[in-house]
């Protein structure tokens, strides 16, 4: 997985539960703090970057994948509960495989069981929440500003252009199964690009099937945010839209099952 186009570490020394743990919450409050910022920056009153457009959001949300894999390079750079259930459904089909992608022989593998997946998930999520608290702090004087309250929302999590549940649903799983195809794929073909080519597949999965849903293709992404949304004092910001907040978690869900199976029946 992403562990193939990350920085090398010494594979020799075990990886501690709270490394596991503050890796996948400080790259994933890293992902979330430049990725909503980048949002809060076009969409947010008096902000200087206000109008910047899609592809500015996109190629923001790229870097801020890429800057926050190299920061949790000890665990494979997950940054993502739908990737860490592709490592889990891959470990069902090949039993060697670890959620780093360290060989399960090396002291230095993070082997897939129970509780090291929990880990990865929770700190996940709380990376998530964290990050987007210090989005929120970092244009607080902005969020203060009148503006609409679905573009405040928007900072924090996505929503639909046309609200069709079971179709946004589908856009979410079909973009997270592209997602987890590249980064299986990605192993086979040599390359120094490192984590840059995680974050161009996010811009390309952005650019050309994010439309509908605003491609959250991340279950942390999406509802830590939102949850940051609902308990932080921003001043006319509306509701958290909980109809929708299921999508953007079962959707990514199915999408990363799928794109595994896939892989493994017609690729590997």
């Not at 709270?18 to 994933?28: H, N, P, R």
């Not at 592809?55 to 870097?63: A, K, Q, T, V």
């Not at 990737?83 to 002291?107: C, M, Q, R, W």
């Not at 958290?240 to 299921?246: L, T």
């Amino acid at each position: 997985m992403l562990a193939t186009i990350l920085p090398a570490f010494d594979t020799s020394l075990p990886v501690t539960t709270a490394q596991v743990f503050w890796s996948e919450f400080l790259g994933t409050a890293v992902l979330l703090l430049l990725g909503a910022g980048v949002v809060a920056t076009n969409l947010l009153p008096k902000s200087k970057g206000k109008g910047g457009g899609w592809l500015m959001i996109n190629f923001g949300w790229g870097l801020a994948v890429f800057a926050g894999v190299y920061v949790a390079f000890r665990t494979g750079g997950h940054l993502n509960p739908a990737v860490t259930i592709a490592k889990v459904v891959a470990y069902l089909f090949d039993p060697s495989k670890t959620l780093n992608g360290v060989p399960a022989e090396k002291a230095g593998a993070v082997l897939v069981t129970g509780s090291n997946v929990a880990v990865y998930i929770i700190a996940q999520f709380l990376g998530a929440f964290v990050g987007a608290v210090l989005c929120w702090l970092t244009f607080k004087k902005h969020f203060d500003e009148d503006c609409d309250p679905a573009l405040k929302l928007g900072v924090f999590s996505t929503g639909p252009e046309i609200r069709s549940y079971a179709w946004n649903c589908v856009t979410e799983a079909i973009g997270t199964a592209v997602l987890i195809l590249w980064v299986f794929v990605s192993g086979h073909t040599e390359t120094a690009i490192g984590p840059l080519g995680v974050a161009l597949i996010i811009v390309v999965i952005g650019n050309s099937l994010g439309g509908p849903t605003g491609y959250a293709i991340n279950p942390a992404r999406d509802l830590g945010p939102r949850i940051a949304h609902a308990i932080l004092p921003i001043k006319g910001k509306g509701g958290s839209d909980w109809g929708y907040s299921w999508v953007p978690v079962v959707g990514p869900i199915i999408g990363a099952i799928v794109g595994t199976v896939l892989y493994y029946l017609i690729l590997a």
